[in-house]
């Protein structure tokens, strides 16, 4: 499954966005999504995963009560909702597919990787 995320750019600390992903196969419903991020110069973090129907969510502690993540089947498309975002939160966000049923939370559980979109968040 190729990915192609969109939807980073720059915001001011306080401010939203939403990141789309949109797969290239219907077979989409069947992977687990997940989200994860990387600052220069720092490991690639977990942000959060959604069930292969969108019933489930589950988050990193650092964006917890701030993101969402959603998904639309029929669109091939997940989402990530950023709202009061923080310096912090600046990175390259990724979005992922996992074969794997429930919501894993590491790297090595998901497959296939999207090309990455920029988060800038000013102060």
């Known amino acids: 499954v190729q990915l192609q995320a969109s939807g980073g750019g720059p915001v001011q600390a306080g401010g939203s966005l939403k990141l789309s992903c949109v797969a290239s196969?219907?077979?989409?419903?069947?992977?687990?999504l997940g989200w994860f991020r990387q600052a220069p110069g720092r490991a690639r973090e977990y942000v959060g995963t959604i069930s292969r129907d969108g019933s489930s969510t589950r988050y990193a502690d650092s964006v917890k009560g701030r993101f969402t993540i959603s998904r639309v089947n029929a669109k091939i498309t997940v989402y990530l909702q950023m709202n009061s975002l923080k310096p912090d939160d600046t990175a390259v966000y990724y979005c992922a597919t996992s074969s794997w049923r429930g919501l894993p939370t590491y790297p090595a559980a998901f497959e296939s990787w999207g090309q990455g979109t920029l988060v800038t968040v000013s102060s």
């Open positions: 196969e219907r077979t989409f419903s069947n992977y687990t």
